[in-house]
Antibody, heavy 121, light 112 residues
Framework: EVQLSESGGDLVQPGGSLRLSCAVS????????MSWVRQAPGKGLEWVSG????????YYAGSVKGRFTISIDTSKNTLFLQMNNLRAEDTALYFC??????????????WGQGTLVTVSS | QSALTQPASVSGSLGQSITISCTGT?????????VSWYQQHPGKAPKLMIY???DRPSGVSNRFSGSKSGNTASLTISGLQAEDEADYYC????????????FGGGTRLTVL
């Protein structure tokens, strides 16, 4: 059974940093791309960042490029999102999501329950 | 890159059919088959309902169907049931330089 579980969300001041984790089971990163998708309170979904299977390629939304870094640790079956220079507009519930099928990276068949990031002074 | 355009809300009676539209551009829906639809109930994670424009994952009811014409994709739900009441989001791969995936703003479905 495919499972994804996020952690690491917290209250952080503007300009601060945070690292989100997504522990996965039931599949390997060798075969499936992963992404982070966020949802601000009461708002819609926004794709943030993606990483290809095995981590060879990374992709970022313009709003986070240069501030966020996505990575995977295959030995720990964990996906990460390092978030630096956080802004109020980064406040959201962050979901990790797995591509539905191998070979695609843009359609998400499995989601975690999300971890809440609040950026406020 | 702007979000894909969806109506903010739609409604339908039990047993009826509704269609939610999702309008993009030639940089996303108009060119690529990577169009998907998600259902999200309050406080829950999104659930994939349609992928590759019109394919259904195993376990998703055949009351849900997807299609595309030009730059607009559509999700149709037939035989509306109370549990269909939720938010629905469309999504597409985009060749925009500032994004890889673009979502619609979401549509709240109310079942009367």
């Amino acid at each position: 059974e495919v499972q994804l579980s996020e952690s690491g969300g917290d209250l952080v001041q503007p300009g601060g940093s945070l690292r989100l984790s997504c522990a996965v089971s039931g599949f390997t990163f060798d075969n499936y791309a992963m992404s982070w998708v966020r949802q601000a309170p009461g708002k819609g979904l926004e794709w943030v960042s993606g990483i290809s299977n095995s981590g060879a390629n990374t992709y970022y939304a313009g709003s986070v490029k240069g501030r966020f870094t996505i990575s995977i640790d295959t030995s720990k079956n964990t996906l990460f999102l390092q978030m630096n220079n956080l802004r109020a507009e980064d406040t959201a519930l962050y979901f990790c999501a797995r591509a539905f099928y191998s070979g695609d990276r843009t359609q998400f068949g499995y989601w975690g329950q999300g971890t809440l990031v609040t950026v406020s002074s | 890159q702007s979000a894909l355009t969806q109506p903010a809300s739609v409604s339908g009676s039990l047993g009826q059919s509704i269609t939610i539209s999702c309008t993009g551009t030639s940089s996303d829906i108009g060119t690529y088959q990577y169009v998907s639809w998600y259902q999200q109930h309050p406080g829950k994670a999104p659930k994939l309902m349609i992928y590759n424009v019109s394919d259904r994952p195993s376990g998703v009811s055949n009351r849900f169907s997807g299609s595309k014409s030009g730059n607009t994709a559509s999700l149709t739900i037939s035989g509306l049931q109370a549990e269909d009441e939720a938010d629905y989001y469309c999504s597409s791969y985009t060749s925009s330089s500032s994004l890889d995936v673009v979502f619609g703003g979401g549509t709240r479905l109310t079942v009367l």
